[in-house]
């Protein structure tokens, strides 16, 4: 199995600024994804990770609104950029060890 | 790129009933397909999965049937139990669980009536 932490757990931001939302995996993973879940919804996949490569974004999802940063094989960053009540949600990174994907606890967004 | 589908958006049962969840999808590459437990305020746990190479599989009182031909899968769950309930999301990749992104389904609100 795999153990994934994200900081913080949660946060009330102004509109207007930025978070930097880490992920730390308790083992080395090729890819890493984040993933959004609005409030008593589905899980939607923002962007996947790999270590040493720009992070590959899904549609409606764009590298200047969610950068992501992948310095080595344990750890990422997602940040939410110039943030707007629409981005209030909860945001989660995932990792794969072995066959299965793991989750973080997710970070709990408001924007105000 | 790939579409889940899943179907009942809520469920309620008596405890001791069976409950049947059943997502569809799109991509016919589509080769591996989890199913997560979500309960309140909680990250996804993974509960059981199959792939493309396995028809169903069982885990005591879980179990997944998948149909290659038709693009469907289904999550049984026997002898409910209150704890069982949560929400249950479905998801497809190309990839499999490790290497590859996850598509869900919309979720499924499982509740279970003692």
């Known amino acids: 199995s795999a153990v994934i932490s994200q900081k913080p757990s949660r946060d009330i931001c102004q509109r207007g600024t930025s978070l930097t939302i880490q992920c730390q995996v308790d083992?080395?993973?090729?890819?890493m994804f984040w993933y959004r879940q609005q409030p008593g919804q589905s899980l939607t996949l923002i962007a996947t990770a790999n270590q040493g490569s720009e992070a590959t974004y899904e549609s409606g999802f764009v590298i200047d609104k969610f950068p992501i940063s992948r310095p080595n094989l344990t750890f990422s960053t997602l940040t939410v950029s110039n943030m707007s009540p629409e981005d209030s949600s909860i945001y989660l990174c995932?990792?794969?060890?072995?066959?299965?994907?793991?989750f973080g606890q997710g970070t709990r967004l408001t924007v105000v | 790129g790939e579409n889940v589908e899943q179907h009942p958006s809520t469920l309620s049962v008596q405890e001791g009933d069976s409950a049947v969840i059943k997502c569809t999808y799109s991509?016919?590459?589509?080769?591996?397909f989890p199913w997560y437990k979500q309960e309140l305020g909680k990250r996804p746990q993974l509960i059981i999965d199959i792939r493309s190479n396995v028809g169903e599989k069982k885990d005591q009182r879980i179990a997944v049937t998948l149909n290659k031909t038709a693009k469907h899968f289904s999550l049984h769950i026997t002898e409910t139990q209150p704890e069982d309930s949560a929400v249950y999301f479905c998801?497809?990749?190309?990839?499999?669980?490790?290497?590859?992104?996850?598509?869900f389904g919309k979720g499924t609100k499982l509740s279970v009536k003692p």
């Open positions: 995932s990792a794969g060890v072995n066959t299965e994907a793991f």
């Open positions: 998801a497809a990749s190309r990839y499999g669980g490790s290497q590859g992104n996850l598509i």
């Open positions: 083992s080395q993973v090729t890819m």
């Open positions: 991509d016919s590459a589509s080769n591996y």
